[in-house]
């Protein structure tokens, strides 16, 4: 290490560093994102000093529970605990982190722990080979047994391809059941769920123009994922809960959302109300999540998200929408900022194992309004990291038609759907219907043709 005032030390059978296990707690207690930085690198043995043990501990007690990390959560759980490290120890190692790369610091308090059971297994050697008390075997076999162990704590994480395709067959065999259970949540709109519906660890992208209902698209695919037992947190940086439930409201009771939030209700539509609550209570009540801690600071997304995961078990995640997010990303422009923020969302999708959406703006194109992938605002990273795009399309505000092969059928009221990127679910498109009263988007059976006149001209059963 370069810093003069940390130290390696060595004290009887032991290698550690005293002063890094300062910075590192410092860090996980006054850092916000720090723990989830490198949690995967530590354990309760990577310190050596015994009231640093229990200080992480404590730290990762309150972290599994989903609550914030900070000297204020953690002091009553070193106390529930019954360690001796008093308030005042706890406020000396809160500052000490002076703003340094707390991942430098946990890897060398990592290697620090294998080397000292490299040093315990090189003594059990020594000693074994100057008496005869333990049959050489036995002791071949305890330290081949303690080497793995070193570096195997993940084993049950790594897998052969024999055992990838046994679960590979075992999802083809529930395919070709009569009845198979949909595999991920269900989006309310069939193209998507004869495909599975929102897989876990993937990332979707929903993006649009201005004014062509991203938000209410999604919200319409959260309304029908809750109501199927699903959980999902959503998290909007336009938007408050109220005006967001004033949105599901509006679906299911048939009242605009800006009369409910803004307009003196009748009685007639009062009782449409209460009709609309009861059937939310009823089917979505527990299923739906707002974090009023939430920012626009990706990092606070990012571990509302975790504890989330782990207080509710959340399926899913929305975030409306990335160009708004900050990104501590110093000297960087805001295309690679976005397309770090992308590349964050799906590796924590990966790892929580759940779907996260992410709302995206397109650049405008007066020339030709219809989106394209490769108009995502700020990042064509975007589109390589998500396993998913979703363009929308209402040529309707545009005042224009659809494109072939669609151009035969109306616009009013519907909108065009373009899967444009499906690594899970393959690409394509399809037609639903759009209520611009309650601004819900739901799927069509029979489609509306277009006329010449603008005047009815009939329609057609689902060509899909």
């Not at 997010?325 to 590796?347: H, I, S, Y």
């Not at 990291?385 to 399309?393: N, R």
């Not at 690409?427 to 006329?451: E, V």
Request: include cysteine; charge should be negative; glycine fraction near 8%.
């Amino acid at each position: 290490m370069k810093n003069a005032q940390i130290k390696t030390a060595f004290q009887g059978d032991q290698l550690f560093d005293e002063g890094c296990e300062s910075v590192v707690l410092s860090s996980l207690l006054s850092a916000k994102g720090a723990l989830n930085e490198v949690r995967e690198l530590l354990n309760r043995d990577c310190f050596y000093v015994e009231k640093h043990k229990d200080i992480y501990q404590s730290i990762m007690n309150v972290a599994d529970r989903g609550d914030e990390v900070s000297i204020i959560s953690v002091m009553p759980e070193l106390t529930r605990m019954g360690s001796v490290v008093t308030p005042y120890e706890l406020s000396a190692i809160s500052g000490k982190a002076c703003g340094l790369n707390v991942y430098q610091y946990a890897a060398r308090l990592h290697d620090l722990e294998k080397r000292r059971r490299f040093w315990r297994i090189g003594q059990y050697l020594v000693s074994s080979g100057l008496n005869e008390e333990e049959d050489i075997v036995d002791v071949l076999t305890k330290v081949k047994d303690e080497l793995d162990d070193i570096f195997g704590e993940s084993a049950s994480d790594v897998s052969t391809l024999y055992e990838s395709i046994d679960g590979l067959y075992e999802i083809v065999n529930k395919n070709m059941q009569a009845e198979a259970p949909m595999i991920g949540t269900p989006t309310g709109f069939p193209m998507i769920d004869r495909k599975g519906g929102f897989q876990a660890s993937d990332l979707i992208v929903v993006a649009g123009a201005t004014s062509q209902g991203k938000t209410s698209f999604v919200s319409s695919i959260v309304l029908t994922a809750v109501k199927s037992g699903s959980k999902v947190t959503f998290y909007s940086m336009e938007m408050t809960k109220q005006q967001l439930t004033a949105r599901l409201v509006s679906v299911e009771s048939g009242i605009p959302a800006n009369e409910l939030l803004y307009g003196k209700l009748d009685n007639g539509k009062l009782a449409m109300l209460d009709k609309g609550v009861r059937t939310l209570y009823e089917n979505c009540g527990k299923g739906l999540f707002f974090d009023d801690r939430s920012t626009s600071n990706i990092d606070m997304i990012i571990s509302s998200i975790r504890s989330m995961k782990i207080k509710y078990g959340i399926n899913g995640a929305v975030i409306d929408y990335l160009q708004i997010l900050n990104v501590n990303m110093k000297g960087t422009n805001k295309e690679q900022q976005m397309g770090e923020v992308a590349r964050r969302l799906k590796n924590l999708a990966k790892e929580l194992n759940i779907w996260i959406v992410a709302l995206s703006q397109l650049n405008r194109d007066a020339q030709n309004p219809e989106p394209t992938t490769d108009r995502l605002r700020d990042s064509g990273q975007i589109a390589e990291a998500a396993d998913t795009v979703i363009l929308i399309y209402r040529p309707e505000v545009f005042g224009r038609s659809y494109p072939k092969p669609f151009d035969r059928y109306s616009t009013k009221g519907t909108a065009l759907i373009n899967i444009s990127k499906g690594r899970n679910i393959g690409i394509g498109l399809f037609l639903c219907g759009f209520d611009c009263n309650t601004a819900h988007f739901y799927p069509l059976s029979n489609f509306p043709l277009a006329s010449e006149d603008k005047a009815s001209a009939g329609s057609e059963e689902n060509p899909w």
